[in-house]
């Protein structure tokens, strides 16, 4: 059913036609019209190198349908410095960074209080159906900006449909932003959930969905590599001595275990399993919900979760993850083949892109000969407090981290009259001291302007959020791991472009040429660029540039 758009939308493509046509023959030369449905497909921690290292080893139609066929940036990278799991899906239908978006981390310390504040936690919302924890995330009521599919939304009277899809809470409901809909895997049950901040209940095709529990018939399944041993030569090995438990192929899902259960459903997602079922969620969401059925733009974003489980346990460089990128590769393929065949070659535009790019793993770097290692946060901690003691008193001035930063003890220091701004610059100056710090900034200058500028301070200020973050930005040394424990055999989160440069692809031959494009651009350039595509303005705290497709 066609509906009519605002004089806004219509000044909009105006624009569009300008841009989209740049690069065609002719004055005459016409923008075609909005694709139906726009499809952003996000791969949680996936670097482009990885994508580009691989690549004679990729499938035609998986990653190679944007290498080949479509436009894609060789130089694309985030533009601020805490480069994690919510921020990344906060930026990339807003075009907006933290300092803007509120969304600083996956959690914060309140500055105020202490507390731990989860990105997408809401108390006053649960998940349909599941039992729900204090800091699980049900609402996008933490993020501060509208995404482009808010701007859908309202602008055809909310006829458009807005779907967000992820392995994580965090991965679908910042991305469906405050108008659309959100659903996300729930580790216990093997199924997917919505929250009563969407809706009462499911509609019946998610109840169907779940009902076939098609989590159970990975039970007894078995993750191989996809290609000879000679094929992974280039990659870390098996069980390496860094590797978290289970770093080894091949992997059988449920080994040791009766039935399935939440231990089962839970290990799915550090494997190629979890993304297939996301993708088979995904399918059954466009059907269900009959996107680009008509001639209203709808969104689509599928968040597949896996690569970051599998890149934390086992770095970046392991054979592990090498082979989940073909794994993931051929998937991707097989849901671009449905794309086709349900929503029509021509009625689509995919972009694929990544929340956070991922360091090598601190002892792998150790030994290739890089000054690389180890900081926990929590002895760091302890040494500012004692260390702080001889000029400002016994305390615990430094409450903890907190994205990337370090909240002070508002109360203490206010109980003792002790000068902020000083106790500021002493901690500064302790924190440089230690082997894995290389910059920080404190509150006056965030606040201000003021201080050193360019690497990495630039990007140090545009992660921090007045109201929520710390009162020292920090960033990392490059090749040092910050970690409260030993969690991971390593992580992500720095200003280094093995953190920041992630894949950005676009695919959709009415809109998009095929080119590689070898100029900078940053991720928040991808929600003005879509909004063009659709013909309407893009989401209004969106600090990126539209870039051309054609």
């Known amino acids: 059913m066609k509906t009519s758009r605002p004089v806004a939308a219509s000044l909009s493509l105006l624009f569009a036609t300008a841009l989209l046509a740049g690069c065609a023959s002719g004055p005459s030369a016409e923008a075609p019209p909005p694709p139906k449905l726009v499809v952003l497909v996000v791969i949680d921690g996936l670097p482009q190198r990885q994508v580009l290292d691989y690549r004679e080893q990729l499938a035609p139609d998986g990653f190679r349908r944007f290498l080949d066929r479509g436009r894609w940036f ?21 075009g907006a960074y933290p300092h803007r978006s509120g969304i600083i981390g996956n959690e914060w310390r309140d500055p105020q209080t202490g507390q731990t504040v989860y990105c997408t936690g809401d108390t ?5 159906g599941h039992k729900t924890s204090a800091l699980d995330g049900t609402s996008p009521r933490n993020m501060k900006v509208e995404t482009l599919g808010d701007v859908m939304r309202r602008e055809s009277a909310g006829k458009a449909r807005v779907i967000g899809i992820s392995g994580k809470d965090r991965g679908a409901i910042l991305p469906a932003g405050h108008a659309g809909t959100a659903y996300m895997y729930m580790a216990q ?43 992974y030569a280039k990659s870390v090995p098996d069980n390496s001595p860094w590797f978290n438990k289970g770093g080894s192929l091949p992997k059988k899902m449920g080994e040791g275990q009766d039935s399935p259960g939440p231990l089962f459903y839970g290990a799915l997602m550090p494997s190629p399993f979890g993304d297939e079922l996301t993708l088979a969620f995904a399918r059954a969401a466009v059907e269900g919900e009959g996107l680009g059925a008509d001639d209203v733009t709808d969104v689509l974003s599928v968040s597949l979760s896996s ?15 090498h082979d989940h990128v073909l794994q993931l590769d051929r998937q991707l393929a097989k849901f671009f083949a449905f794309l086709d065949e349900r929503v029509g070659k021509d009625n689509y535009v995919l972009v694929l892109s990544a929340d956070h ?15 690389a290692g180890r900081q926990n ?10 260390s702080l003691a001889p000029n400002f008193g016994e305390g615990t001035w430094a409450l903890g981290f907190s994205a990337y930063g370090v909240v002070l003890n ?12 000083a106790l500021q610059e002493q901690m500064r100056k302790l924190l440089l001291q230690e082997p894995g710090i290389s910059a920080a900034l404190i509150r006056p200058e965030l606040e201000n302007g003021t201080g050193p500028t360019g ?20 960033a990392s040394r490059p090749y040092w791991m910050l970690e409260s424990s030993r969690g991971s055999a390593t992580t992500h989160g720095s200003a280094w472009e093995y953190d920041t440069n992630v894949p950005i692809l676009f695919y959709g031959p009415r809109w998009v040429s095929a080119a590689r494009i070898d100029e900078p651009v940053e991720v928040a350039d991808i929600a003005p660029t879509l909004a063009v595509v659709v013909g309407l303005p893009a989401p209004a705290q969106s600090e990126g540039r539209a870039r051309a497709l054609r």
């Open 455 to 474: 690497e990495p301070y630039d990007k140090m200020r545009k992660t921090w959020y007045r109201d929520r973050s710390a009162d020292i930005q920090l």
């Open 410 to 421: 508002g109360k203490l220091i206010k109980e003792k009259n002790v000068d902020a701004v």
């Open 74 to 94: 060789s130089q694309a990278n985030y533009g601020y410095a805490y480069t994690v799991t919510a921020a990344g899906h906060a930026t990339l239908l807003t």
């Open 377 to 386: 946060t929590r002895e760091t901690t302890a040494r500012l407090n004692a």
């Open 124 to 128: 006053a919302y649960t998940y349909i």
């Open 357 to 371: 790019g991922f360091m090598p793993v601190p002892e792998y770097s150790q030994t290739l000969g890089r000054d």
């Open 307 to 321: 690569h970051d489980y599998v890149n934390h346990a086992w770095g970046a460089e392991s054979r592990m993850s």
């Open 189 to 231: 049950t093997g199924q997917f959930a919505s929250s009563t901040f969407y809706m009462k209940e499911h509609p019946a095709w998610v109840n169907a969905f779940n009902a076939a529990k098609p989590a159970d018939r990975f039970f007894g399944a078995v993750w191989s590599p996809l290609l000879p041993e000679a094929a």
